[in-house]
């Protein structure tokens, strides 16, 4: 594992549920369908195997609630879709992130333009 994928992964654990409920605000995902739009966000780091235990704590929540429909052709896919409480919870926590995003842009230096060194 590199460094900045290391990085990742350990910011990612702390905004995991988050993520999981964001990817759910447009329509209901089951886990490796969430698994593969984080990796196309370029959230990456996170295992498929690593999402259920934190489906697993949202669910026990209320914040989101599972439900089982047949696949195409294979057994039942076990699916997750927001409740209402967990759309309220995203848009806290989401406005929490945010801020907390920026607080930390304040204190890290710009990012040097490429080309350019810094030192």
Known sequence: MTEGSESTSQWLRGVLELCLMGSLVDEP????EMTS???ASGLDAVAEGSIYPALARLERAGLIEGFSQAGSG????KYYRLTASGRGVLDRRG???RQFAR???????PAAKKGESRG
């Open 95 to 97: 406005q929490q992130w």
């Open 37 to 39: 739009q984080l990796a």
């Open 103 to 109: 607080a930390v842009d304040k204190v890290l230096p």
């Open 29 to 32: 995902r089951y886990g490796y």
């Open 74 to 77: 294979g057994p039942p896919r």
